[in-house]
């Protein structure tokens, strides 16, 4: 395997895991990030091409994009994992988180996805991987911009896998739990596993073998893969 790939969101979570998974597979990974943190450097002597990118900046945005015309002229995938999850009680008003979700969810992978498809077209085949939520189905109470602007990101699925077929594969995978944070209480980690039937946290490896077979697959697009342990049987 070898190739440029980018992933947005590197810094900590899935997309370092990510990050570490695919440049160790012989990927090329150009990583965004947006704030400064220890596993950064770990993912620089891997080899990982780190490229800070505030998506809030629009100026940072089109330097993102120049940068990895400039770096990749012919580029592998596009793995958009970046994301933040504002409850909608958060300190900023109604209007500020919705398009503070639809910013990072939906506008520049939007914007990424249309500027950066000469270079997906220049390799023999390429993939488009749309991180989303399980909750862009189901909805939620407490973070419905959240949910709303992953609904969003995953119908994106839908018309770029037409857009840009037969040469880009455009795909998305929908997780429930995956990991829990440092600082989970116990209390709360039994309530979240008890949502699923698997009752378990599913570590990052769901999320990577999830991401190996799209990658390795040259005929599924335009769907969407749940790694949810069974929640909408609940």
């Not at 790939?5 to 160790?24: F, P, S, Y």
């Not at 947006?34 to 002597?45: A, K, N, Q």
């Not at 997780?175 to 570590?203: T, W």
Request: glycine share 6%; net charge neutral; with cysteine.
């Amino acid at each position: 395997m070898s190739g440029a790939l980018l992933i947005t969101g590197v810094g900590q979570r899935i997309g370092q895991h990510l990050a570490e998974h695919l440049q160790a597979q012989g990927y090329q990974v150009i990583g965004t990030y947006r704030t400064d943190r220890p596993s950064l450097t770990g993912l620089s002597e891997q080899g990982v091409q780190l490229i800070k990118c505030d998506f809030n900046q629009p100026v940072q945005v089109a330097e993102l994009i120049a940068e990895v015309q400039r770096q990749a002229p012919a580029l592998r995938g596009i793995i958009h994992n970046a994301s933040d999850w504002l409850p909608d009680s958060s300190a900023e008003s109604a209007v500020a988180t919705l398009h503070a979700m639809m910013q990072v969810h939906v506008a520049v992978p939007y914007q990424l996805n249309l500027a950066l498809q000469d270079q997906l077209m220049a390799s023999e085949m390429a993939d488009i991987i749309h991180l989303t939520d399980y909750v862009a189905e189901k909805g939620s109470r407490k973070h419905i911009a959240y949910a709303a602007s992953k609904a969003a990101l995953a119908n994106m699925t839908l018309s770029f896998a037409q857009l840009l077929a037969p040469k880009v594969k455009v795909n998305s995978i929908a997780p429930a739990l995956i990991l829990f944070n440092d600082g989970d209480s116990e209390e709360y980690k039994q309530k979240v596993r008890a949502k699923s039937l698997m009752n378990k946290e599913a570590g990052a490896d769901e999320i990577l073998q999830a991401v190996d077979y799209l990658l390795q697959s040259r005929y599924v697009t335009g769907r969407s893969l749940a790694v949810d342990g069974g929640r909408h049987l609940k």
